[in-house]
């Protein structure tokens, strides 16, 4: 299905915000955090349910920005929720590894080679040769065999006070196993609520606002402490708008 097309005013405002396509000359490492959200600030209308928020012309915008990227990081609970491609339709041949934080291993029978669950579009689009191998990052203390898996894995040691894997563990790691550097991290509200309170691990923050309230139901967006953000510009399009930042 081709993309809806974007108005072309919207690239000269993401490219401050965007590290240079040029991977291979360029290997500094660059992270971006990015998701769609209601006025009211919920990324989706209840605790696991997929959700459209934005118009077709800023899903476009998300396929645009993957493609500046070599990985797209999301955590379990939207890999379970939302059944992803992760892919990027934007451009020719561009491809983009899938990144799941996953610390106890849940999607475990999802990846094995023996899944007896439905096929999800990660585990189809690898195994029919049009998507990247995904990287499944798990807790070190979990026992089991690379080689069952239609995956590969990383193993982080969870932090000794709040047991999570941290951030720049997990990157160095990617980076240093697979030679990734260019992070889009897309959520979900777990991951976009840690992230926002991480200056040194963020680099650009674009969000999508759509016109429509989710209620209070919805799962929200709001870090525990107040932050202000830097460097801001607003863009306006159909129905949505989009607010380009960095952290500090
Ligand atoms: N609108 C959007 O742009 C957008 C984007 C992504 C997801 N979503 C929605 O968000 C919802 C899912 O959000 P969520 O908060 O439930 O799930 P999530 O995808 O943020 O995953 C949360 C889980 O990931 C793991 N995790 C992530 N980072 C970790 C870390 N540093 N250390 C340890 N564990 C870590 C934990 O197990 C945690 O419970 C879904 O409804 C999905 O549709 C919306
Ligand atoms: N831009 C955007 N608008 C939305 O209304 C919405 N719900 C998401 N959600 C982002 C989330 O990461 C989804 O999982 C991916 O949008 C899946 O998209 P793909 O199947 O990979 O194309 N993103």
């Known amino acids: 299905m081709s993309l809806h097309p974007i108005d072309e005013s919207l690239f000269p405002v993401l490219k401050p915000y965007l590290s240079s396509n040029s991977i291979h000359r360029h290997r500094r490492r660059h992270v971006t955090l990015t998701y769609a959200q209601s006025i009211d600030s919920k990324i989706a209308a209840g605790k696991g349910l997929r959700t459209h928020i934005s118009h077709e012309e800023t899903k476009t915008m998300t396929h645009y920005i993957r493609s500046f990227h070599d990985s797209l990081v999301i955590g379990i609970g939207t890999l379970l929720a939302d059944n992803p491609s992760l892919n990027c339709r934007y451009g020719e041949g561009n491809r983009i590894t899938p990144i799941i934080i996953d610390p106890t ?26 998507g990247n191998k995904p990287v499944i990052v798990i807790s070190d203390d979990i026992e089991v065999s690379d080689d069952r898996f239609n995956c590969d894995i990383v193993r982080i040691r969870r932090n000794n006070g709040d047991g999570k894997l941290s951030w720049n563990s ?16 897309e959520g979900g509200a777990y991951i976009i609520n840690d992230l926002l309170l991480c200056p040194d691990i963020v680099d650009s923050l674009i969000i999508t606002i759509g016109p429509v309230f989710l209620g209070e139901n919805g799962v929200s967006v709001s870090p525990k402490t107040p932050l202000s953000l830097k460097d801001v510009i607003w863009w306006k399009g159909i129905s949505d708008s989009v607010m380009c930042s960095k952290l500090k």
Request: proline share 0%; hydrophobic share 35%; net charge neutral.
């Open 170 to 185: 997990i990157l160095n790691q990617c980076e240093d196993q697979f030679g990734l550097h260019k992070f889009m991290i």
């Open 105 to 130: 291993f849940k999607s475990m029978e999802i990846f094995s080679k023996e899944s007896k669950v439905e096929k999800y579009k990660l585990v189809e689009n690898y195994l029919n040769g049009s």
